[in-house]
């Protein structure tokens, strides 16, 4: 995959394809902020990179606010939707989440609390274009 990537899918399976894609440039260390409207299809999206990696039971850490899943490669999965403040990033030890050089982390809602984001990040947008269709575009930051 060469980036910055951009496609519109039709469907999930569509959708999976960009997601295995994507997963094999990905190596342990890096962050992915997943930006998007509520229903984009975030979750959907690191449900399909966690099933490539052989783990078939990620849901959305909503509540959570994250989920970890131990896989081909370690996954950390956040939600950012419910914070009130970034102090509660703090309580449970986020910082020490991103320094963990040997797993992945994805953040959906990334762009609630963009200061809390390393220099270097992928970023996903994923915008819902109706029923079936998404937009995909992904991006590498560098600041």
Same mark, same amino acid.
């Given at each position: *995959?060469?980036?910055?990537?951009? #496609?519109?899918?039709?469907?999930?399976? $569509?959708?999976?394809?960009?997601?295995?894609? %994507?997963?094999?440039?990905?190596?342990?260390? /890096? +962050?992915?902020?997943? /930006?998007? /409207?509520?229903?984009?299809?975030?979750t959907f999206f690191v449900k399909a990179i966690s099933n490539y990696w052989n783990y078939n039971d990620a849901n959305s850490p909503t509540f959570s606010i994250v989920n970890e899943?131990?896989?081909?490669? &370690? #996954?950390?999965?956040?939600? %950012?939707?419910?914070?009130? &403040?970034?102090?509660?990033?703090?309580? #449970?030890?986020?910082?020490?989440?991103? *320094?963990?050089?040997?797993?992945?982390?994805? +953040?959906?809602?990334?762009? *609630? +609390?963009?200061? #809390?984001?390393?220099?270097?990040?992928? $970023?996903?947008?994923?915008?819902?274009?109706?029923?079936?269709?998404?937009?995909?575009?992904?991006?590498? /930051?560098?600041?």
């Open positions: *995959m060469e980036l910055p990537f951009k #496609i519109v899918v039709k469907s999930e399976e $569509e959708t999976e394809q960009v997601a295995k894609q %994507f997963a094999d440039i990905l190596e342990a260390g /890096n +962050i992915i902020a997943l /930006n998007g /409207n509520l229903g984009s299809g975030k899943y131990l896989c081909d490669k &370690k #996954i950390y999965h956040f939600d %950012f939707y419910r914070l009130n &403040k970034i102090e509660e990033l703090y309580d #449970i030890g986020f910082e020490e989440y991103l *320094m963990d050089d040997e797993a992945v982390t994805f +953040i959906e809602w990334a762009e *609630m +609390i963009p200061e #809390i984001l390393p220099s270097t990040y992928y $970023e996903i947008k994923i915008v819902r274009l109706n029923d079936s269709e998404r937009s995909i575009e992904i991006l590498l /930051n560098r600041s």
